[in-house]
């Protein structure tokens, strides 16, 4: 790391640097003020030498890429062995030491920082050494599959510098293979019925393609010790012909990090399985849950339920076809006072 003739901007390298003003990592392509805050920008001396156009790298890459640490031979704290950047904000080293404090005293704590901070990485670095210690597993609750990746990509850094496992956990709808499920299921539950039967009847390929050695062999060997994003399990289990969810679900008893919604953790029927499926008690869990302030929706999406018509019209279908007529009655009655509701309301 180096500070320009300015004495203001802080290079990582000879690509990025940080904008003084609001810290926000920045690629540096001659433009002269940050994208996010709009403060000026000296870049006299940003190329070296020799230096390359840089149009042809992906933008993640002008976001994240930044001064990665080459080993951990600096660390003088035990979460340094977890943060994987060279240049490290003040803000985000006083979330890591509240955090670390707060969990060796055993308790919560709450976190409102703007975005841009930095907070995933600083809240894997603080927490990952305690849970190791303690053998619990970290699961990191988002609101978005983008926010899951984020904290995949993540820990893809953080295993440059140290040993970490991880994986991003969809439900079975997102990561299923099958056209039938891909093609016909309306919702998760949905989907989890039409798999119970295709196992059940063995007309899932990928599914029973687990139970042969070879495969799940080469499974075993592809996975073991990775952090695995959800687009990953699902290209395994393309070139393989295996089920991703089932690999994600033999993952997780040794994943030190599994990110998820948060309905497997506050979904209490969900998070029965989720339980069972890492041989863990709800005790052996560090829970993060980022953007908390979204919980209350989630609590009544979670105490809400809901019946389509289209699952009305199903099992009309089903009780016609297997001739029960008290059954069809009573639910044409229903679709028709679902139907008068809803005109009620326009």
């Known amino acids: 790391m180096n500070k320009s003739n300015s004495g203001n ?21 001659g433009k002269s003020r940050c994208k996010k805050c709009g403060s000026y920008i000296p870049m006299n001396d940003s190329k070296g030498e020799g230096d390359s156009s840089s149009d042809h790298l992906p933008n993640e890459l002008k976001e994240i890429k930044i001064g990665i640490k080459k080993d951990i031979s600096s660390a003088t704290v035990e979460w340094e062995k977890y943060f994987p950047y060279l240049e490290i904000r003040p803000l985000q080293k006083q979330i890591i030491e509240k955090i670390s404090g707060n969990m060796v005293q055993g308790s919560q704590i709450i976190i409102q920082a703007a975005n841009g ?26 609101r978005t599959h983008q926010q899951m990746s984020r904290v995949t990509e993540e820990l893809k850094l953080i295993k440059q510098l140290n040993q970490v496992t991880g994986l991003a956990l969809r439900g079975r709808r997102e990561l299923c293979l099958h056209h039938i499920i891909k093609k016909f299921a309306v919702d998760a539950a949905n989907a989890s019925d039409i798999c119970r039967y295709l196992k059940k009847e063995g007309k899932c390929k990928y599914f029973t393609n687990l139970a042969k050695k070879p495969k ?82 989630t609590a009544v999406d979670i105490s809400s339920s809901s019946l389509s018509n289209y699952s009305i019209d199903n099992a009309s279908s089903e009780a016609m076809k297997h001739r029960e007529g008290e059954v069809y009655d009573f639910l044409e009655s229903l679709s028709d006072t679902l139907m008068n509701e809803i005109k009620s309301m326009y």
């Open 9 to 29: 901007v802080v290079k990582v390298d000879n690509n990025y640097t940080f904008c003084p003003n609001c810290g926000k990592i920045l690629f540096i392509d």
């Open 117 to 142: 901070v930095g907070k995933t990485i600083s809240l894997l670095a603080a927490v990952l050494p305690i849970a190791k210690e303690r053998k619990k597993t970290i699961v990191y609750c988002c």
């Open 216 to 297: 799940l062999e080469s499974v075993n060997k592809i996975v073991q010790n990775k952090v695995l994003d959800s687009q990953e399990l699902i290209e395994i289990g393309k070139n393989l012909e295996v089920c991703p969810f089932e690999i994600s679900v033999k993952s997780l008893p040794k994943a030190n990090v599994v990110a998820t919604s948060y309905q497997y953790v506050f979904n209490p029927f969900i998070r029965k399985i989720l339980l069972n499926n890492l041989e863990k008690e709800l005790s052996d869990l560090i829970v993060i849950v980022d953007e908390a302030h979204n919980l209350p929706s």
